[in-house]
């Protein structure tokens, strides 16, 4: 399933921005950076979760927020890409 994660954390202390680099991170494990703070993620259930729960614990609930968004197995007919970025397929090879 496509899950879009969405997150913005505090960075005006050291302490924040270590937790931003942090969340980038883990967020770069499971998916492709498609904006400076969305991760497009291609994972089944379980990395749902692992993914989840591995931010959850990286975040100050008080300062900073996530979002996930479930766009399921057919998002291919949900995403629509306009503009500068080039779009990709999340599910092709990608070689860095």
Sequence with gaps: MLVLVT??????????????RKVAKICENYGLRVQNSVFECVVDA???KQL???LQDSID??????????????????????GAKETFNVED???L
């Design 7 to 20: 997150y913005d954390v505090v960075t005006k202390t050291a302490a924040g921005q270590k937790r931003l």
């Design 46 to 48: 379980t990395q749902f």
């Design 52 to 54: 989840q729960l591995a």
């Design 61 to 82: 609930e008080k300062e900073d927020s996530l979002r996930f968004y479930q766009l399921g197995n057919n998002y291919k007919s949900k995403v629509i890409h306009v």
């Design 93 to 95: 090879t990608i070689i």
